[in-house]
């Protein structure tokens, strides 16, 4: 554990900041799912406690690797997330689902989720240009 504190660069105020609204989510997290726990669970709020501890892991995990990668990196990986964006959306123009009477979200397989390829241009050519 020292030694992975020991590698984290960057901000450290940031880094406090996040772990800190980690764990004020994981209380809120257990507080707030008692109805949900009593109909779904037979009363157990530790399970959707954890499972929200384990997507923070990960989510942390991700954030940690990401911090690992020179910045320099980004650019290009955000330029061929454009050229990769332009298919996806001319594919959600064909077989993407009716959300609020427009083809925005395309299904992944297996429904384990639904994809949001109109964030994708966005979010590169933020990137790209360095503006917010």
């Known amino acids: 554990m020292s030694k992975i504190l020991g590698n984290i660069r960057g901000d450290k105020v940031i880094w406090a900041v996040v772990i800190l609204l980690s ?6 997290v257990y507080s707030s799912t008692g109805t ?13 406690m954890l499972k929200h501890l384990i997507i923070l892991l990960f989510g942390l995990l991700i954030m940690y690797l990401t911090h690992l990668i020179k910045f320099t990196y980004f650019s290009r990986i955000f330029q061929i997330a454009l050229y990769i964006a332009v298919p996806l959306l001319v594919l959600t123009l064909f077989v993407g689902l009716d959300l609020n009477e427009a083809k925005r979200v395309l299904p992944l397989p297996f429904h384990l989720c639904e994809a949001y390829p109109d964030h994708v241009p966005g979010s590169s050519l933020e990137q790209e240009t360095g503006q917010h």
């Open 23 to 28: 764990v004020f989510s994981l209380l809120t």
């Open 36 to 48: 949900l726990a009593y109909k779904y669970q037979s009363g157990n709020t530790e399970y959707y």
